[in-house]
Structures are given as structure tokens and as C-alpha cells.
């Protein structure tokens, strides 16, 4: 095999080799991706939000919604980085009632940890938490 065809077979070979793993490279590719972050205020009476927002790699839920509102981090229940408020509205642990942080439908997500992923949706409620639904979906009051 003379040089040219060796060069040739190298490159249709690593460009192949490239583009097969693309999907997989695609969290570690830098850039900005869409995800939507949702933000109702229930009782607080504020209008409800929706925001496509354009993130970077490892935004996290409380980044992202910090993009769309003003937010206030403190300590709620264990930690300085708790979302102590968004847009002035702060949970109250007298009535119950708490933001309640949702990626794509699941609780079980860190709002200062949790990296997001292209095409994430991002829900901030504050409701009221039902003693016993903690772990499950939420009532609205």
C-alpha cells in the first residue's frame, strides 16, 4: 500500500471513528444547549414563568432559574446554598409551604449539584409540602 492510500484510510477511519462517537462526546463538547425552566408561584399570586434559556455545560437548576429571576441563596433547611428565595418569594415553614425543584419530572435532583443536560425542563413550585408526599408527586392546595 503506497503512502497516499495509507493517509486516505486514516482519515475516512478517524473521521468514521469521530462522527460514530459524536453522541457520546456531546456532554463533553463545549457550547450552550436549551433547557426550560418553569417557575410557578402559586399562593405567592405571582404570574407563572416559562423561559427556553440557553445554558452551559454543568448550569445547574438553581443557575438556570437564577438566569430568568432573581434568586437569594441561605440556609432553608440544611445548607448555605438552599434557594432561600426566588423574586422575593421565600418559603415559609409556618404554613408549609416550600419551592419544590423538578428535572424533567423527577424530585430526586440537587438544585446546587445536579448538572443539567440539553433539553432539560426545569420546574420551581412553591407549594404546599403534604406531610407523607415528600417523596412522591405533589398536591397543590
Keep these: 500500500?503506497?503512502?497516499?492510500?495509507?493517509?486516505?484510510?486514516?482519515?475516512?477511519f478517524g473521521t468514521g471513528l469521530f462522527?460514530?462517537?459524536?453522541p457520546f462526546l456531546g456532554p463533553l463538547i463545549p457550547g450552550k444547549f436549551p433547557v426550560t425552566v418553569k417557575v410557578d408561584f402559586g399562593i405567592?399570586?405571582?404570574?407563572?414563568?416559562t423561559q427556553t434559556l440557553q445554558v452551559d455545560r454543568k448550569t445547574t437548576p438553581k443557575e438556570a432559574v437564577s438566569m430568568m429571576l432573581p434568586v437569594m441563596s441561605g440556609k432553608v433547611c440544611s445548607s448555605m446554598h438552599d434557594l432561600l428565595e426566588?423574586?422575593?418569594?421565600?418559603p415559609d415553614a409556618a404554613k408549609n409551604f416550600w419551592w419544590i425543584l423538578t428535572v424533567n419530572?423527577?424530585?430526586?435532583?440537587?438544585?446546587?449539584?445536579?448538572?443539567?443536560?440539553r433539553g432539560d425542563l426545569v420546574a420551581?413550585?412553591?407549594l404546599k409540602e403534604?406531610?407523607?408526599?415528600?417523596?412522591?408527586k405533589e398536591r397543590k392546595p
Design 19 to 22: 462522527f460514530g462517537a459524536l
Design 124 to 126: 420551581w413550585r412553591y
Design 44 to 49: 405567592a399570586g405571582k404570574p407563572a414563568m
Design 1 to 12: 500500500m503506497n503512502k497516499r492510500k495509507a493517509i486516505l484510510l486514516i482519515a475516512v
Design 105 to 117: 419530572g423527577s424530585r430526586h435532583v440537587s438544585p446546587y449539584r445536579t448538572h443539567l443536560k
Design 130 to 136: 403534604i406531610e407523607g408526599e415528600k417523596s412522591g
Design 86 to 90: 426566588i423574586n422575593g418569594v421565600r
